[in-house]
């Protein structure tokens, strides 16, 4: 985390076939379209402070148990 990121490979992630858990909070993330392998279950995007509500809906993550988004200034969530 803090590590200024803005912007991430949207198959970064596939390759680690056993990762569980991704940390990527206090960052610069405005678009997350990223995929992950099914055994996510934890994923941080708090402390991104620019990051597009319709990035994280759209988050490809069938086993995703935890989502962390605050202080992502999000004024409100979608009723669906």
Same mark, same amino acid.
């Given at each position: 985390? *803090?590590?200024? /990121?803005?912007?991430?490979?949207?198959? !970064? $992630?596939? &390759?680690?076939? &056993? =990762?569980?858990? @991704?940390? /990527? *909070? &206090?960052?610069?993330?405005? +678009?997350?379209?990223?995929?992950?392998?099914?055994? =996510?279950?934890?994923?941080?995007?708090? !402390?991104?402070?620019?990051?597009? =509500?319709? &990035? #994280?809906? *759209? #988050?490809?993550?069938?086993?995703?148990? @935890? /989502?962390? #988004?605050? $202080?992502?200034?999000? +004024?409100?969530?979608?009723?669906?």
């Amino acid at each position: 985390n *803090s590590n200024l /990121l803005t912007r991430i490979p949207g198959d !970064y $992630f596939l &390759s680690f076939h &056993s =990762l569980q858990s @991704v940390d /990527l *909070s &206090s960052n610069r993330i405005t +678009k997350f379209n990223c995929r992950f392998p099914d055994g =996510l279950t934890t994923l941080d995007l708090s !402390y991104n402070n620019c990051i597009e =509500l319709e &990035s #994280i809906w *759209s #988050i490809d993550a069938p086993n995703l148990k @935890v /989502l962390k #988004i605050g $202080f992502c200034g999000l +004024k409100n969530l979608p009723d669906d």
